[in-house]
Nanobody, 123 residues
C-alpha cells in the first residue's frame, strides 16, 4: 500500500522557519515528481513547489525564494524548508506525488496524496 506521510508542522512565529518532511512508502518514487500543496482555512488548495527525480525544482510565485524543496531518492523522502514565514503561510500542507509534471503542477489527477500537516504562523 502506497503512503505519503507528512511531518514537521507546528506553530511558529512570523519570520521563523520550519522544515516539513514527507516519507513515501509502498513503491519507489525516484521517477516521480514530488511536491507540496497547501490549503488555508476557507481557501482552495494551492500549489507550493515540486521537484523532479533529478532535482529540477519549481515554485509558486508567492514563495519568493523563502522555501526550498529537496528530496532523497534513496530514502524516498521529500522535504520543504520554509524560511521567513508569514501569517499568510498558515495552512495544512500536503505532500503529493505523480509521474506526470502537469498533474502535479496543477494538482489534478495526482496519483498520491498525504493527509497533511498543519502549519500555523502567528503574528
Amino acid at each position: 500500500q502506497v503512503q505519503l506521510v507528512e511531518s514537521g508542522g507546528g506553530l511558529v512565529q512570523a519570520g521563523g522557519s520550519l522544515r516539513l518532511s514527507c516519507a513515501a512508502s509502498g513503491r519507489t518514487f525516484s521517477n516521480y515528481f514530488m511536491g507540496w500543496f497547501r490549503q488555508a482555512p476557507g481557501k482552495e488548495r494551492e500549489f507550493v513547489a515540486l521537484i523532479s527525480g533529478d532535482d529540477f525544482a519549481y515554485y509558486a510565485d508567492f514563495v519568493e525564494g523563502r522555501f526550498t524543496i529537496s528530496r532523497d531518492n534513496a530514502k524516498n523522502t521529500v522535504s520543504l524548508r520554509m524560511n521567513s514565514l508569514k501569517p499568510d503561510d498558515t495552512a495544512v500542507y500536503y505532500c503529493a506525488a505523480d509521474p506526470i509534471y502537469g498533474h502535479l503542477r496543477v494538482g489534478n489527477g495526482v496519483d498520491y496524496w498525504g493527509k497533511g500537516t498543519l502549519v500555523t504562523v502567528s503574528s
